[in-house]
């Protein structure tokens, strides 16, 4: 199966459960934050990936029509409206999260999906998402899945759904180089 139709495969029942949430919980509004980061700076540790800016695309245009307000980060939509609060960095995405949670009412439904590197560090023993400008150094840079989880708990709306799309191997596998030594190899079956 290709990786295309295993995301949409993947992603599309995850989407469907959120849709009948929402139906089930009244009229409130919908709301979607997606995230792509595609490529990595050089020194990062972290190799440049294929098709996350696609796959959020796609996804933002199936949420589209189901009546979600959709909100994308990737490098393509920062170019495609010269806007820098599109660029999918930690400062941007932490931005977006704190306004839609936010905005969110009783009835309504916030999905939030990031599609790019996932990596879990030693010193902290915590699971991350790498934004636009990582430092695997720095876990300022990056997005903590317990701070992203905290924002979703503090929302109001009735149903919330986080979907990350993220590697479980060594970020640096492929890359020239070895593996970040800040990074925790964690894989299971």
């Given at each position: 199966?290709?990786?295309?139709?295993?995301?949409?495969?993947?992603?599309?029942?995850?989407?469907?459960?959120?849709?009948?949430?929402?139906?089930?919980?009244?009229?409130?509004?919908?709301?979607?934050?997606?995230?792509?980061?595609?490529r990595?700076?050089?020194?990062?540790?972290?190799?440049?990936?294929?098709?996350?800016?696609?796959?959020v695309?796609?996804?933002?245009?199936?949420?589209?029509?189901?009546?979600y307000?959709?909100?994308?980060?990737?490098?393509?939509?920062?170019?495609?409206?010269?806007?820098?609060?599109?660029?999918?960095?930690?400062?941007?995405?932490?931005?977006?999260?704190?306004?839609?949670?936010a905005?969110?009412?009783?009835?309504?439904?916030?999905?939030?999906?990031?599609?790019?590197?996932?990596?879990?560090?030693?010193?902290?023993?915590?699971?991350?998402?790498?934004?636009?400008?990582?430092?695997?150094?720095?876990?300022?840079?990056?997005?903590?899945?317990?701070?992203?989880?905290?924002?979703?708990?503090?929302?109001?709306?009735?149903?919330?759904?986080?979907?990350?799309?993220?590697?479980?191997?060594?970020?640096a596998?492929?890359?020239?180089?070895?593996?970040?030594?800040?990074?925790?190899?964690?894989?299971?079956?």
């Open positions: 199966m290709s990786h295309r139709r295993w995301i949409l495969a993947t992603l599309v029942p995850v989407v469907m459960a959120a849709m009948l949430l929402a139906a089930e919980d009244g009229e409130g509004k919908k709301y979607a934050l997606l995230v792509g980061v595609q990595y700076s050089d020194g990062s540790g972290l190799r440049n990936l294929g098709y996350t800016e696609k796959d695309s796609d996804l933002a245009e199936v949420l589209t029509k189901q009546g307000r959709v909100t994308v980060l990737t490098r393509a939509e920062w170019k495609k409206q010269d806007k820098d609060f599109l660029l999918p960095t930690a400062k941007n995405i932490r931005e977006h999260m704190k306004t839609l949670s905005r969110c009412k009783a009835g309504d439904v916030l999905l939030v999906g990031v599609s790019g590197h996932g990596v879990h560090l030693k010193k902290t023993d915590k699971l991350y998402f790498c934004p636009q400008g990582s430092d695997l150094k720095d876990e300022k840079s990056l997005v903590a899945i317990d701070e992203v989880m905290a924002s979703l708990k503090g929302c109001k709306a009735a149903s919330k759904v986080f979907l990350m799309d993220a590697c479980r191997n060594d970020p596998d492929g890359a020239s180089g070895e593996k970040p030594a800040e990074v925790d190899s964690v894989t299971g079956p």
